[in-house]
């Protein structure tokens, strides 16, 4: 029998996920849909048949049709979720962040550590695109030798109105957190943002681009290029330097056309589309996981990492100077 999803969230990556569970994914469908919009949550559950819309996630939950919960919706709002989540023994997929910082992050964990098994996995979809994984597999065969410096790119079109110098960290180098933990398998230990002179291309309200570095608890130094150019494109790239080569992902990808003296191909135009393959299969393996009673993927602990190092990243940057990350001990549950 089809898995029940019940996705919290109509916004941009609820929508999106929607279609997905209907239209890519095998072995589920999506029985809920939850808005505070009630409009808006009952124009999402019309468009998908056998579907209830909701405006609270936990009356959703108690649904007889469903057993498993995707959060999509802001921030702020995903620790209650995920708490009433844990607390029906239901699994999720929450999309990144966890949640906003780390003292509610590691509330999360704890109420997870309580139940004595895992039950949330959490977005960060880079873990499943090829390239990604491709290089992890590379850095774990140790061919390379260990890895020592790890440079990122991380290049925007635009953003969102709302978004602010803290969100440059939170939403976006927030992925970074997640990529050199896995890849590298180390801890983040210390923080440190400087900005060149402010683009002129430069969104309102935004410094960009900003550098962001990260010292991680093996001795790796990890630096972040977080951009955002109207205009640009999407591109993510990361090099790792390790003691015998180098080896790089997010280059060009696609046709290269040579013609009238150039040669050149597209840039993605965000990152819907350049993840697009890594999100379905993301999508795909919880579901999978899910109907076979396991859960996988990146955990709460990789949630509140993220944000202890999210945390350390806001004030580096707001102080232009390094931050430590502080940590509470790795539980048993997560090693
Ligand atoms: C957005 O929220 C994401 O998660 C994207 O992956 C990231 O590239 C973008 O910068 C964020 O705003």
């Given at each position: 029998e089809a898995l029940g999803v019940a996705v919290i969230g109509t916004g941009r990556m609820g929508t999106d996920h929607v279609r997905r569970?209907?239209?890519?994914?095998?072995?589920?469908?999506?029985?809920?849909?939850?808005?505070?919009?009630?409009?808006?949550?009952?124009?999402?559950?019309d468009g998908v048949s056998g579907c209830t819309p909701y405006t609270d996630p936990t009356a959703a939950?108690?649904?007889?049709?469903?057993?498993?919960?995707?959060?999509?919706s802001?921030?702020?709002?995903?620790?209650?979720?995920?708490?009433?989540?844990?607390?029906?023994?239901?699994?999720v997929l929450c999309e990144?962040?966890?949640?906003?910082?780390?003292?509610?992050?590691?509330r999360v964990v704890r109420a997870e550590e309580k139940r004595g098994h895992r039950l949330v996995q959490v977005g960060f979809m880079r873990r499943y695109d090829t390239e990604y994984r491709e290089l992890k597999a590379?850095?774990?065969?140790?061919?390379?030798?260990?890895?020592?410096?790890?440079?990122?790119?991380?290049?925007?079109?635009?953003?969102?109105?709302?978004?602010?110098?803290?969100?440059?960290?939170?939403?976006?180098v927030v992925h970074e957190m997640d990529v050199t933990r896995w890849l590298l398998g180390q801890e983040i230990t210390a923080v440190t943002v400087m900005r060149p002179a402010r683009s002129g291309n430069a969104p309102d309200g935004l410094d960009v681009p900003q550098l962001v570095l990260f010292e991680t608890d093996g001795g790796a130094l990890v630096d972040v290029e977080?951009?955002?150019?109207?205009?640009?494109?999407?591109?993510?790239q990361a090099e790792a330097v390790c003691e015998h080569g180098t080896a790089g992902v997010g280059d060009a990808r696609g046709m290269?056309?040579?013609?009238?003296?150039?040669?050149?191909?597209?840039?993605?135009?965000?990152f819907v589309e350049r993840f697009e393959e890594a999100f379905d299969r993301e999508v795909q393996d919880w579901v999978d996981a899910t109907r076979r009673g396991e859960v996988t993927g990146p955990s709460c602990w990789d949630g509140y990492a993220a944000a202890a190092v999210c945390e350390a990243g806001v004030l580096a940057q707001a102080g232009e100077r390094r931050v430590e990350v502080e940590l509470a001990d790795r539980p048993e549950l997560y090693r």
């Open positions: 569970i209907n239209d890519v994914v095998s072995g589920a469908r999506v029985t809920a849909v939850v808005d505070i919009d009630a409009g808006r949550a009952k124009e999402v559950a939950m108690a649904a007889s049709d469903v057993g498993a919960v995707l959060i999509a802001p921030g702020p709002a995903h620790e209650e979720a995920l708490l009433a989540a844990i607390d029906r023994n239901l699994p990144k962040p966890l949640t906003p910082d780390a003292a509610s992050a590691l590379l850095l774990d065969s140790g061919r390379l030798g260990r890895p020592l410096m790890l440079h990122n790119r991380h290049r925007n079109p635009g953003a969102p109105p709302y978004f602010t110098n803290a969100h440059l960290i939170n939403d976006s977080i951009n955002v150019t109207p205009g640009f494109g999407y591109q993510v290269l056309v040579n013609t009238a003296g150039r040669w050149g191909g597209a840039i993605l135009p965000g």
